[in-house]
């Protein structure tokens, strides 16, 4: 019995080589591509959640007696620091909003020519407050601004990662 010569079949195994190797690479584009897409379906559903529930708030709000000079609403916007390496991801952000609604909850009814003597009580209650345990991190919040406008509190924070000292 005779063995046929590998020389033969040479070009189609280099050939099929060839065709492998760009089906793992391509494959490997393609799931890279998917995973981008998907997180950022993640960061939006997030985003899309946050209004949702905030809507929600602002129409049962809506369907109370509706007075034109009280907080109605409550509406967080951080600052981040430019000298931080590492960002504050959104799922941190969100915990860190939730938290901080919570502490700021009292002002929901109060007069918006309160504001002035409010503000300081916040500023005192809150200054450079620490939440723990938020996605394994302790973190800084520090209010810089609160604004009503329509019965909306808008309130300006600056979050940054809690350093301990030791």
């Known amino acids: 019995m005779r063995v046929p010569s590998f020389d033969r079949f040479q070009k189609f195994m280099q050939v099929t080589a060839f065709f492998v190797c760009g089906m793992i690479v391509g494959s490997a584009v393609y799931s890279a591509l998917k995973s981008n897409i998907v997180d950022q379906i993640i960061l939006q559903n997030y985003e899309l959640k946050d209004q949702v529930d905030s809507l929600k708030k602002d129409l049962e709000m809506a369907h109370q007696v509706r007075k034109e000079n009280v907080i109605r609403s409550i509406v967080t916007i951080f600052i981040h620091e430019q000298t931080e390496t590492e960002g504050i991801d959104i799922l941190t952000e969100k915990e860190l909003k939730k938290r901080l609604k919570e502490d700021l909850d009292i002002f929901i009814g109060r007069s918006i020519y309160m504001i002035n003597t409010d503000s300081s009580f916040a500023r005192k209650l809150l ?39 030791k």
């Open 127 to 165: 200054n450079t407050k620490v939440y723990d345990q938020i996605e394994g991190q302790d973190y800084d919040v520090t209010i810089r601004t609160m604004l009503v406008v329509d019965g909306v509190l808008q309130v300006w924070v600056e979050a940054k990662k809690h350093l301990i000292s």
